[in-house]
């Protein structure tokens, strides 16, 4: 590797916004090294047909938006990926590791865009592709018409403006990072509404003992990554991904414990269980299974086995 560093990401202007905003400091950090920037094209990124990312992600071998990284990145091609940590998957590849997560996490809530909850209309049609967001929205409001939709974060706030949709439920932290904010908008309280695990966080992949896991590996915020960590495991011990509907959210309370509360709802929004717990923030992992028991003991394995019937 030498004095050089190859950083692997999406074509995006949002992925290139989080390269950035990890590397700023890590730049500063080690002004020695020379960085350098790849593009990897992902299958959620070449097809914009298919209307779910479940369906992608079986055609794309896996993730729709990490597989052609993480095998850009074992080929010894690039060293570091820069994902958006809620589209990787919580089993990464053999020979890589997660470091640690960077701070400060990006808002980790969802935005209704183009009205409020109360503002919408009998009816209303409100766009978003993922089945979290869709089995949420449905037990709030069951008289909703969901409509699926894919696209840059641009493209989708667009479909409102255009008069296509009544609104769009997007991530604040893509939001956020794009200076994107519509003028009439919701941010969701994460208690009723909880995120994909893993929201507003980035995730810093490298190969297992390489020079740039070496040169790194102090870098990361030790409560961040608590947080993510706890929801991760939560999602691993539901055996989840982005097409079930599991939403979590980790926190450090005042208390200073490690706060985590979950949910997971049917994709029709008529059946929904919820479950909190706190643990200290040295052991997120099992305070992420404790949570995941405590839905499946409340029948979460029946709505999970409902939605995975082919």
Known sequence: MGDVVRIGSRASKLARTQVTEWLTPIAEQFPGVQFKREIILEGGDQDRVTPTLAKVAKTAGGSAFSTNQEATLVAGRVDVVVHSLKDLPTSVHKGTLLLTTPGPREDVRDVLCGSTLEGLPQGARVGTGAPRRVAQLLALRPDLDVVPIRGNVPGRLARTVKGTLDAVVLAAAGLNRLDLSPDVHEVLDPVIFPPSPGQGALGI???????????????????????????????????GGCSVP?????????????????????????????????????????????????????????????????
């Open 205 to 239: 992949q490298v190969r297992v003992d390489s020079p740039a896991a070496k040169l790194l590996a102090q870098s990361g915020d030790r409560y961040v990554d608590a947080c993510v960590r706890a929801e991760r495991a939560l999602l691993a011990e539901l055996h």
């Open 246 to 310: 599991v939403g979590a959210w980790g926190r450090i309370g005042p208390d200073g414990l490690l706060h985590l509360s979950a949910a997971v709802t049917s994709l029709d929004g008529a059946e929904q269980v919820t479950a909190a717990g706190e643990g200290p923030v040295d052991d997120p992992g099992k305070l992420g299974v404790c949570v995941a028991a405590d839905l499946l003991a409340q029948g979460a394995a029946g709505i999970l086995a409902a939605i995975r019937k082919p």
